[in-house]
């Protein structure tokens, strides 16, 4: 058997897709955890939190540019 050499393409690709698994869990994480401080009642905040759980990325990045922090509206 001759020895094959590694493909390259496919390790990048395996670590952007390790970028985007880690991203998705600090960025879900960071989303859930500001999400008492958001003017919400109960029934949006368990909306909320279904769709910063089930869409990856982009549904908590759709959180927290809906809700900034209260540190960015102080200035």
């Known amino acids: 058997?001759?020895?094959q050499g590694i493909n390259w393409a496919m390790v990048v690709f395996q670590l952007v897709?390790?970028?985007l698994v880690v991203a998705w869990v600090v960025l879900m994480l960071r989303a859930l955890g500001?999400?008492?401080e958001a003017p919400l009642s109960e029934g949006q905040r368990l909306v909320?939190?279904?769709v910063i759980v089930t869409v990856p990325v982009m549904g908590a990045s759709a959180f927290m540019a809906a809700?900034?922090?209260k540190m960015?509206?102080?200035k």
């Open 48 to 50: 909320w939190a279904v």
């Open 17 to 19: 897709n390790l970028a």
């Open 72 to 74: 960015n509206k102080a």
């Open 34 to 36: 500001k999400i008492d």
């Open 1 to 3: 058997m001759e020895m």
């Open 67 to 69: 809700y900034p922090s």
